[in-house]
């Protein structure tokens, strides 16, 4: 058996020594695309915007408060370490269908090919519509996450009064500075992907070391792993530690990158599935270190809890180390903030552009404009950013609004997920292995990625506070029947004709 050195997940392996692989231009027109977007990216480079993505900085922290009120400290930890080991499971699924068909459309072409002829445009259809709705999700579910804390941060520095006008402004420029940045400054993004990697493994070092060693005193082992909250309004223990279940797994999503920016990757049919696995458990691991910190250094409870900052994490780091140093830290998360926004808007950016090269977006053509200086998709990045404003803007009216875009993010890249690797169990041993492969372990692994999906799926679209009112309604599921209801119709009136089918319309409106 030949395996594949690295990651614990690497190391499932292919049972046969895997098939020598054409060059990424060759498979790539084999895959029925031509080369046209510029293959820098190192496998390290490509490995780094998928942990950038998921960003323990950013979804831990963004929804910590989130978990406090759902489950508290055990279903912090816990819900942490079991959520990270069913991603794993369904990353390393994913990553087999990556090496197979390392193209920047990613999960709407697997499904494609993966599907049976007669239906095979559907599934791709309706996977490539729930990509692009996790995606513009998770970037703003990000950039918004980070609006909230450098709003917590002005509030401390310079008393600057945080209101959702407020929120929604920062949340505004941010995404134009990600926007800019992925228009003129496509060779500092390259490197600022690279960076980001350090500046999270760094960052959660330096944070956890502070509150490891500067607080007077620490909350008790059995605080940390045991003590169970519940503050939604639902009787049901079991309901509420399964809705905790949120805060890992929203973090957990947008490592389909990885599979997003292979045309861009050199050795792409297995420096994209490494991207993956390695990904996900390089942040398994951080994550826990960086929950672990957080909670054995909560000086007061309810003081965190009811913080006026309103980022509960903020008040933990100044109880724990002070003013100075507290606020300190708080940069350092925020920086990590912005690098995974920047790095969601890039990968975003490319499904968009993949996507309306097969012609499936209202007005196509202009969405898959390559910028013939930087050779990337200008136009795509923007309509990145203006979607994940638009999903964002209900904040201003529902203040529980937040909690919804992490559902509609984890919702739509799960659904995403899950299709092609049904199908690749459906496909059994006609399945054309990559040089990647999982061997004998394909099946197992599969059949819990699907379990799991369709679980979290129901979950993350049911209320998550009680009493149900306008006020804490989860909109997640209007928003993922909306966009399901708007491509079922464009695919009965129209795309069935000519999605995937030869010549490609680039001009669909």
Not at 460 to 466: A, D, E, H, K, R
Request: hydrophobic share 50%; with cysteine; glycine share 10%.
């Amino acid at each position: 058996m030949t395996e594949l050195n690295g990651s614990p997940g690497e190391r499932i392996a292919a049972e046969h020594a895997p098939p020598p692989h054409d060059s990424d231009e060759e498979r790539l027109r084999q895959l029925g695309y031509t080369q046209v977007l510029a293959r820098r990216m190192t496998a390290f480079s490509n490995f780094a915007v998928s942990f950038t993505i998921i960003s323990v900085l950013s979804g831990c922290l963004t929804l910590y408060g989130f978990g406090m009120n759902t489950g508290g400290p055990a279903m912090l930890i816990w819900g942490w370490v079991g959520v990270g080991l069913m991603t794993l499971i369904v990353g390393l699924a994913m990553a087999e269908v990556c090496s197979a068909y390392p193209t920047s459309a990613g999960l709407y072409f697997w499904a494609h090919r993966l599907a049976p002829p007669r239906t095979a445009a559907a599934w791709a259809w309706f996977t490539g519509w729930f990509n692009v709705l996790g995606q513009i999700a998770v970037t703003a579910g990000v950039d918004f996450g980070a609006a909230s804390f450098l709003g917590a941060y002005l509030n401390l520095q310079f008393g600057f009064t945080v209101t959702a006008p407020r929120t929604i402004g920062l949340f505004a420029v941010i995404l134009l500075l990600h926007g800019l940045l992925n228009t003129f400054g496509v060779r500092i993004v390259a490197i600022l992907n690279d960076v980001s990697v350090w500046w999270h493994v760094l960052g959660v070092a330096v944070i956890v070391g502070a509150l490891t060693l500067a607080p007077a005193k620490h909350q008790s082992a059995s605080f940390v792993f045991t003590h169970f909250v519940n503050n939604t309004g639902w009787h049901s223990s079991l309901y509420v530690g399964l809705l905790s279940l949120l805060v890992a797994q929203y973090t957990f999503t947008g490592y389909d990158a990885s599979a997003h920016m292979t045309e861009e990757t050199k050795d792409a049919s297995v420096a994209g599935p490494r991207g993956i696995v390695r990904s996900i458990w390089l942040s398994w691991i951080a994550g826990l270190v960086l929950l672990l910190g957080f909670t054995f250094a909560i000086q007061s409870w309810d003081g965190t809890l009811n913080t006026r900052t309103g980022v509960p994490p903020a008040q933990i780091l100044l109880d724990a180390v002070g003013a100075t140093g507290g606020k300190l830290l708080l940069l350092v998360a925020i920086g990590a903030m912005l690098f995974c926004g920047m790095s969601s808007v890039t990968a975003n950016s490319r499904m968009i552009y993949a996507f309306s090269r097969d012609g499936a977006l209202p007005y196509s053509r202009v969405w898959q404009r390559i910028n013939p200086r930087t050779r990337t998709p200008t136009n795509a990045v923007w309509l990145a950013a203006l979607g994940a404003l638009v999903l964002g803007l209900p904040y201003l009216i529902n203040s529980t609004a937040y909690g919804a875009v992490t559902s509609i993010a984890t919702i739509g890249q799960y659904i995403a997920y899950v299709i092609p690797i049904y199908l690749r169990l459906r496909q059994g041993d006609r399945f054309d292995r990559g040089p990647w492969h999982l061997g004998r372990w394909s099946r197992p692994i599969g059949v819990v990625s699907v379990a799991w999906v369709t679980l979290i799926t129901l979950l993350f679209m049911l209320p998550q506070s009680s009493p149900v009112t306008a006020e804490t309604f989860n909109y997640a599921v209007i928003a993922v029947l909306a966009v399901l209801g708007f491509a079922a119709t464009w695919w009965l009136l129209s795309a069935r004709g000519w999605f995937l089918k030869d010549p490609r319309p680039t001009d669909a409106i």
